[in-house]
């Protein structure tokens, strides 16, 4: 994004433009904020099963089932050795197997485990079991905050926000 004016005898405006375009080009303040929403999202989604984004996970097959309950009693689905669950624990950005890459412009999130992608999307022998399901509400609550941290960069820039006036 790149936010530009140019009209003569307006520079203090000029400048502000120039500040509020180079807070637009890094979100990087606010990915830490995103990122924790996120982690507890996920960590939702298995206490839920799934349902917390819409779609409760299926039932494992009678016979993984059998198997799981009697080498790991009280498991629940998605979670054997809890390596899963843990890469999106929220004790932070340097917790094992989990991704977190922040630029400017971008944030990628998740998690390093190979198998994970195979609970996300299924395959032919395994239903999926969507791990990371963002919700109507969730989309609007990142929006939002990003649109607040946008509204304070405005600002700090000398804008007003609600009138767009200087």
Known sequence: MN???????????????????SLVRDFRPVWPEIHMYFLRATLEEFDAQGARGGTTWKPLSPRYKAW??????????????ERLRRS?????????????????????M???????????????????RPIIQPTTKDMDRIVSRLYRFIERGARDAGFNPQTGRR
């Open 3 to 21: 936010f530009s004016i140019s009209v003569d005898g307006t520079e203090k405006a000029s400048r502000g433009f120039k500040n509020l375009s």
């Open 68 to 81: 799981k309950e009697k080498k790991y009693p009280g498991k629940p689905i998605l979670v054997l050795t």
């Open 88 to 108: 999106f624990s929220v004790a932070g950005r340097k917790g094992v197997d989990q991704i977190y890459e922040e630029n400017p412009l971008s944030l990628t």
């Open 110 to 128: 998740g998690t390093a485990i190979y198998y994970a992608r195979y609970h996300q999307r299924g395959t032919k022998r395994m239903a999926a």
